[in-house]
């Protein structure tokens, strides 16, 4: 644990350094870096699955179990996308601390490109929750059909590249279960991967089955040249794992290897603080509203049921009164006709 920490803050000494030289590092997010693997809603998965019970895995089981459901080949695109696009699930997809954390060290000038294989926003929602302004300061490329990704790169000059590797979402350009053939393809994105083996990088989050894709693109790599992030080590004997070895990375695993407890002491260790999360204001304030709502649709239902028990305590006066009437005229009849037989 202390052993981990200490790389940490070394990483962040050295960081300082080249954000002084004006030098900056490439950051690869593999698939347990962002919003979708710590997602809960897996809800429609989950009936496709062999395994339907999703709640009794553990995060890294449920995102290997949903790859394995998304490349079955039943699956059209067409459910590929109403699975990935599933209104619970994209409620859950926002930015948290980890994403605000790469924003501010991004806009502090610390990495540059950022190589993402999210298809989501979260990122860029962090970017903009920093008050950093699209293609001024930062711009966002994938792959489009006709599109120039180098051009793209550098419309902005002094902006930061966020490298959406496997497409965006919300374009409908994106694939998520036919990646070996998507990035042989793509050769201008590829081109920008490779590109990278010469330069230092950070990877964070990496896994196996999720990111296999990108690992022969990005390395071989430069010895020294590279720093590993994650909560558990490679496989041994994987690619991956001969990959590390050969250009000599240093790895940072265990707790302190997880994506947010990483991107927390690494800002810690750069900046001072650990940015605040204001999604989570508005996230108090909009349960806050909903929760008024509520009690005000319940209120109203209260009083609906008022008038009901009234309506009916006035029916119930009513046969009351008309059924001891027709009782004081039964009597009286009874008595007048008891009388008249005397």
């Avoid at 605040?276 to 649709?297: D, F, G, L, M, R």
């Amino acid at each position: 644990m202390d052993q981990n920490f200490d790389i940490v803050k070394k990483v962040a000494d050295i960081l300082k350094l080249r954000e002084k030289t004006e030098a900056i590092t490439a950051l690869f997010l593999g698939a347990k870096a962002g919003a979708f693997f710590r997602s809960l809603q897996y809800s429609t998965l989950g009936s496709f699955g062999l395994r339907t019970d999703f709640s009794s895995l553990t995060p890294l089981e449920r995102c290997h179990e949903c790859y394995r459901i998304l490349c079955d080949p039943l699956f059209t695109l067409q459910d590929v996308d109403f699975v990935l696009t599933e209104k619970d699930l994209l409620k859950e997809i926002r930015a948290a601390v980890p994403e605000l954390c790469i924003a501010e060290l991004t806009k502090r000038g610390i990495f540059n490109p950022i190589l993402s294989v999210s298809i989501y926003k979260e990122f860029e929602e962090a970017f903009q929750q920093m008050e950093m302004r699209e293609l001024q300061e930062f711009v966002v490329v994938w792959p489009k059909k006709g599109g120039d990704m180098s051009r793209s790169l550098t419309g902005g000059r002094d902006a930061y590249a966020l490298i959406k590797v496997f497409g965006d979402i919300a374009a409908r350009e994106y694939n998520v279960n036919q990646r070996f053939r998507y990035l042989e393809e793509n050769k201008a994105l590829t081109k920008i991967i490779t590109d990278l083996r010469n330069t230092d990088i950070l990877i964070v989050g990496a896994d196996q089955i999720w990111d296999q894709h990108v690992f022969r693109y990005l390395f071989p790599h430069s010895i020294g040249g590279v720093w590993y992030v994650n909560d558990e080590a490679p496989a041994k004997d994987s690619a991956l794992s001969e990959y590390l070895k050969d250009c000599q990375a240093e790895l940072i695993l265990g707790p302190d290897g997880q994506y947010e407890n990483f991107f927390r002491s690494l800002s810690w260790h750069i900046t001072g603080t650990v940015p605040s999360y204001p999604p989570v204001v508005e996230q108090v304030k909009q349960e806050s509203e909903e929760s008024q709502n509520a009690i005000e649709k319940l209120a109203d239902e209260i009083g609906g049921l008022r008038k009901d028990i009234e309506g009916l305590r006035s029916e119930l006066r009513q046969f009351l009164g008309s059924s001891l009437a027709q009782s004081h005229a039964i009597t009286a009849n009874t008595t007048s006709t008891t009388a008249e037989e005397i």
